[in-house]
């Protein structure tokens, strides 16, 4: 013989009830934390390529700018030289 308590059947039909409820409750927070987690990942991945964008930009900047120093130290060297020859 098996002993129930009293009142067990009406506890089980009432959780089974709620059982819908809380999956779906469940499913909307997951589908909620996916989409939060990809919005985060999709940040992320743009930060990167915006930051290496940049750094790129910055390379090709700073080339620039050594090539010109270079161009005008020369110049400035060439300019001194040939004031020196005429004087």
């Known amino acids: 013989m098996v002993a129930t308590i009293s009142g067990g059947g009406a506890c089980n039909s009432h959780a089974e ?3 819908p409820e809380v999956l779906a409750t469940s499913y909307g927070l997951r589908v909620r934390r996916g989409w939060w ?3 985060r990942l999709d940040e992320r991945n743009t930060m990167v390529a915006l930051h290496a964008r940049d750094f790129q930009r910055l390379r090709r900047y700073g080339r620039f700018t050594e090539q010109t120093k270079t161009k005008l130290q020369r110049w400035r060297f060439l300019a ?3 004031c020196g ?3």
Do not use: G, P, T
Request: no cysteine; charged share 25%; glycine share 0%.
């Open 17 to 19: 009830a709620k059982l």
């Open 37 to 39: 987690l990809w919005l």
């Open 80 to 82: 001194i030289l040939s």
């Open 85 to 87: 020859e005429r004087w």
